[in-house]
């Protein structure tokens, strides 16, 4: 796996300072060197998963190598077998051959709201993807900081999930998280960090707390936002685990939907936070547990919610 520096240059590029990690990958800021344009350069990194980066004790927007924090979820590595599915570790080329393809996926989309990708390069056989710098705050630092959430921002994901499926350009993002969002100093949403995936989708990443039927479809988004929803409504999520004997699949017979409908019994949102409209409480419920609940049907609720409110 590659590591940099702060000081070093690659490929023209000026590493400036670390910006954060995630599972299988780690993201710097750097400085063009005859141009000064800001960048993200993105290069392969820890190649366990979620599970095996290393928690920093409290929770902190600081942002190190050695860390992250304890209220972070970085995603994992689902291998989707004909016994089954499972997670499990990549090794380097692995990791590496999934950031190809992300540098692929990404390089057939343009929207304002998905991350662009500037160039892709090849250092001593790794790839590192240049990426534009979005400035602004993680969803996640939102929430940490009980700074106000607007559903618009929502709203807007959801319409450019919709663009980008329609025109063909992009079926799912497969990992929308908090850590995923990026909130500009204009308001404007911006996607990061779309799932990484192999051609037939038979190894994704992507984190179960916010996909936990581990979906390989946009269903997987939908389900992602009404988990925000309610985490933003709740302090808490919905679910701590995953129905590992379903997963990746959405429908079944009678075992399969009574044992799903158990799964699916969460708190309801209200019952923590008495504040919380009964329509909004809705949307979160079609959005977890009802299979034929897309984003069109999410982006018509969401819409008259707003306008009501």
């Not at 240059?9 to 710097?28: D, M, P, Q």
């Not at 709201?113 to 892709?120: Q, T």
């Not at 990061?192 to 192999?198: E, H, I, Q, S």
């Amino acid at each position: 796996m590659m590591k940099l520096a702060v000081g070093e240059v690659i490929r023209g590029y000026r590493i400036t300072r670390f910006l954060g990690r995630g599972g299988f990958a780690s993201v710097y800021l750097a400085e063009q060197a005859t141009t000064g344009t800001k960048v993200a350069l993105k290069v392969g990194g820890v190649a366990g998963g979620g599970r095996q980066v290393t928690r920093l004790v409290e929770v902190t927007a600081r942002r190190t190598a050695e860390g992250i924090s304890p209220d972070e979820l970085p995603a994992e590595a689902v291998f989707f077998e004909p016994n089954g599915v499972r997670i499990d570790l990549f090794d380097e080329s692995e990791v590496n051959n999934l950031l190809r393809a992300e540098g692929e996926v990404l390089a057939g989309c343009q929207n304002e709201n998905l991350v662009p990708l500037i160039d892709r390069l090849d250092v001593d056989g790794n790839p590192v993807l240049v990426l534009e710098y979005v400035r602004g705050k993680t969803l996640r630092e939102k929430i940490r900081s009980l700074e106000g959430i607007h559903l618009n921002w929502f709203l807007a994901i959801v319409r450019s999930l919709l663009t980008l499926q329609q025109s063909g350009q992009l079926a799912w993002h497969g990992d929308l998280k908090p850590e995923n969002i990026v909130v500009k100093p204009s308001g404007r949403v911006v996607m990061l960090d779309p799932a990484m995936r192999t051609t037939e989708n038979k190894v994704v990443t992507t984190t179960p707390h916010y996909n936990p039927l581990l979906l390989t479809d946009s269903k997987a988004d939908v389900m992602a936002i009404g988990i925000m929803i309610y985490e933003i409504l709740t302090g808490t999520l919905p679910f701590d685990e995953v129905p590992w004997e379903f997963a990746g699949r959405q429908t079944g017979g009678e075992t399969q939907r009574l044992s799903l409908s158990y799964f699916f019994s969460y708190t309801p949102p209200h019952t923590l936070n008495p504040k919380t409209p009964e329509e909004l409480e809705r949307i979160v419920y079609r959005c977890i547990t009802v299979a034929g609940y897309d984003l069109e049907q999410l982006r018509a609720d969401l819409e008259a919610f707003i306008s009501k409110a």
